[in-house]
Every structure is written in C-alpha cells, then in structure tokens.
C-alpha cells in the first residue's frame, strides 16, 4: 500500500486534457457527485507480472478539467483474501449519512466449480465522508442458483422511487443456454443495505456473452439503462424507458462511442449527464496492436433528446481551455472533385495537443469528405476522420496501414476503415460540424455535439491539417484551431 500511494501521490494535473495516474492506467470508473465535487473512483491497473492486486484509486473534480489525485481509496485484500482484486461495484449514501461501496471481489486463487476463478460482491461502508473505508467480509456473496460462478459482478445498487426498496444489478450470465447469449442483468433487492435477496432479473434478453458496469438513471420523463457489451463488439450502449422497470427501447444510436471508449458510468452534476469511461491503450504503443484493458479517463456529457435518444459530446469547460489561436497555413474553401479526390493541406505543424473545429457543407451525392490529422504535406500519409453520406455513417482511417508483404495488395486487409471505429450518423443533412480535441496520442472527435469517437494515434510522425473531398463538391468554412495558451 505505501508503494501504491508513493505512486498516485497527491498532485495537480493541470497540462493534461485527459487524466491518467503518473504510473499506472485507468480501468473502470465509478463516478459519485457530491456537493458540485465530481468524485471518480477507478480501479488502478499497473500492468506488472507477478500482477498485483487491483484497488481502487480516487481523482477528484470540481471544474471538469483539473483533477486531484487522491491517491488509493478503497485497498485491495491481501493474497489469501477474497478481495485481492476489488473490481467494479457502485456507491450510495443511506439515510443516516453513511455511505456503502459495493463492489466485485476476485482472487484467482478461489475457484468455482467449474475451474473458474469466483466473483462475489463485497461491501464496504464509510461514515466518514469516503475518507476511509471499513470493509465488512461476513457480507460477502457470490451467485445464486441459475447463475455462473465466475460472472457475478459490478454491482450497481440505486434505490427505487416508488418503493424504496435497494435495487441491486449486476452483469451475470445464466447457467444455460447457447454460451455466448447467456448474458443477463441479474437483480437483488434489499431494505437496510445489508441483506440482500435474488428476484427476477432486471433485463434478460439473451443477446450478449455478458453486459459489463450496468447502471441507470434518468434524465426528466426518461429512464436509461447503460452496460458495457462484453462480446465481439465490446462497447457501451444504451436503452430507454419511461420506467426502470422498462420494457427497455433500443434508440435509433444505441452505442455511446466506438471501440475504444469501454466502461462508461455516470454521474449527475449540477443538473448535467457526465458519463466517464477509459480510453483503451494498444499493445505495444502502435496503431496495430491489439486493444489493451484499461487505458486514459476520459469524460462525455450527455443531453436527452424529445425522444429520450442522448447526444454525447466534450463538455464544453475543456474545450474552452484551448483559449489561443493557430495559424496553419489552411484556408478553408471549397473543394470539387466530380469523380475523383481533391485535399489540400496546411502549411504548418499541428500542435500535438489542440482542438480543432471545422463546418462543413457538401452537395447531395457526395460520396465523402472530412480532415487529415498529422498527415504528410501531400496528403497522403496520416489519419483520416471522413464522413459517408451515403452510409450514414463517420469512420476513422489511416494511410498507410502494415503491410503483410511487399507486393501492392498485401496491406493490412481489404477493409474500407479501421475496423471498430465507425460511428452511425445522420447526414441527411448536408451541412456539419466536427470537433476534435488532441492531447498526444489521444483523440476525441465530436460530429454535431452527438456522435463521439474516441481512438489512439500512435505511428504516424507527420504533423499537418488537411481537408478533404470525394466524388462531389464540399465548403469548408469557420475551420479553427486552438492550442492551450502558456502563461
């Protein structure tokens, strides 16, 4: 534990766009608000073999933009504990003040029996303010008949307002059925906080291998359900209702962002949606590698729509903290390319931390169009955020992709963008907005203040702003770009 704290001291962390622990990545978030103070627990992943415990580990905010690092919140258990890992749960406060924390217990070394390591809940209570945790081991629990012994986790407990009653969910699977459709939403219901008896799942529609930090909450008429698919997708969605005992709906936009934004929990502060997850890292620092577990906080605001579908976007205090304009040597214009492509691209560097905006208005029957980042001077090299008009759809591209051979053909597949970062968008309309912001190898794009894609830019080594259109005739006006001033 002393080494843990000498690792995630307290400090400031102003310079950095999105927060991530001086050693160590961010796993699982569990945003809890309190009196304008948004406080995020997360699970601290160190990456080290033998691999350590997990604990939780605590950042707090009250602007959205600088955060202070307090360090470990809630240790994890010692080897021959239940607890050696202490994964995802949730916290809430009672009537008298105290606050329980629920949360997952692992230990590789306990098994079920199927072979499997169990998961169990466990609890936690403070009366203290959170400063300190007292854990309670005669609480524990794992999975009731019906269940998998190794699925039981990530409690999420809220109290129902018609009855009072604690409302416990947790991402479980069924003991049959075809295996990678057992994933249901089990449920638990307690009065005091302390017992807790198994009802009839909360949702159960037999899609999914499991559905990962399942939470709801509501936002004016509308309730939502949020869980993260654990499956080949391996994203967060969304359903609606005008109750939290459903029937859940399936928005036209079900999904939050794309691959690699993963684990997105809430929290209501001053009124606002502020969902938090972890921008994943890929094995090995390169654009190939296989997405890692864990990786950089990163924080969306969602807004309900008429229809309870939300719009998710970069709240607009961090966006404001890119305060100095850039002059790259772009000048937006129009661009025509009948029955070809046509780019033009910046003079200057890219900063490598910015935000970047551009409007955009293309001809019905363009076929493509958007921005290179970090692309060479002719255009042909770098990232490329393009939005399909005739697919509906927003994807995230890069040239060139790893090659399997020499030959012109053996390129990293035949496949029409990165695979796992495409987002649905509607583009009926032919007039645009899209926002990205830039802190290294990050990066968050916003179309319209709804559709979010979150993704890590790790080979490329060039450094321009290009703009670009295929096959129809597009105006690019407005575009601007700013970096965080220095003094």
Known sequence: MVVLNRLIKESQVPDRVFFQPPQGWVGDVIPFSRDGELMLFYLLELRESPKPGTPWALVTTRDLVTFEDRG????????????????????????????????????????????????????????????????????????????????????????????????????????????????????????????????????????????????????????????????????????IAHSPDGPWMVPDRDTIDGRAFYAAKSAELDGRRILVGWIASREGDTDDGAWQWAGTMSLLE?????????????????????????????????????????????????????????????????????????????????????????????????????????????????????IELERPADLAATSHVIEVVLDGDLAVIVLNREVCLSTRLYDDSHDRLGIFAGEGAVKFQNLTVRRRSTT
């Open 72 to 239: 470990i919140a809630l240790p994890h258990g010692t080897r021959g504990d239940a607890d050696f890992n202490a994964y995802t749960g949730s916290i809430v406060e009672g009537a008298d003040g105290t606050h329980h924390l629920f949360y997952t217990a692992q230990n590789p070394d306990r098994v079920g029996a199927d072979g499997l390591p169990l998961q169990l809940v466990a609890h936690a209570s403070s009366t203290d303010g959170m400063s300190t945790w007292d854990k309670h081991p005669e609480h524990t629990f794992g999975a009731p008949s019906g269940y998998e012994s190794a699925d039981w986790r990530d409690p999420f407990v809220f109290q129902d307002p018609s009855t009072g009653v604690w409302r416990m969910l947790l991402a479980a699977r069924h003991q049959d059925g075809p295996d990678r459709r057992r994933g249901v939403i089990a449920q638990m219901t307690s009065r005091d906080l302390v017992t807790w008896e198994p009802v009839e799942p909360f949702w159960d529609p037999r899609r999914y291998i499991t559905h990962e930090c399942p939470e709801v909450f509501s936002i004016g008429k509308w309730w939502y359900l949020v869980y993260s698919e654990f499956s080949e997708s391996f994203t967060t969605r969304y359903r």
């Open 302 to 418: 969602a807004r309900a729509g008429w229809d309870g579908s939300l719009a998710f976007s970069v709240p607009e205090e961090i966006i404001a903290t890119f305060d100095e304009s850039v002059e790259l040597g772009l000048v937006p214009t129009a661009l025509e390319a009948p029955d070809g492509y046509n780019a033009v691209v910046g003079t200057e560097p890219l900063p490598a931390q910015c935000y970047i905006r551009a409007e955009i208005e293309f001809e019905p029957g363009t076929t493509e169009c958007g921005l290179l980042l970090r692309a060479s001077e002719d255009g042909d090299q770098g990232y490329v955020i393009r939005l399909e008009p005739r697919r509906d759809r927003m994807v995230f591209d890069r040239w060139p992709r790893h090659r399997t051979g020499p030959a012109q053909w053996q390129v990293s597949g035949d496949v029409p963008h990165v």
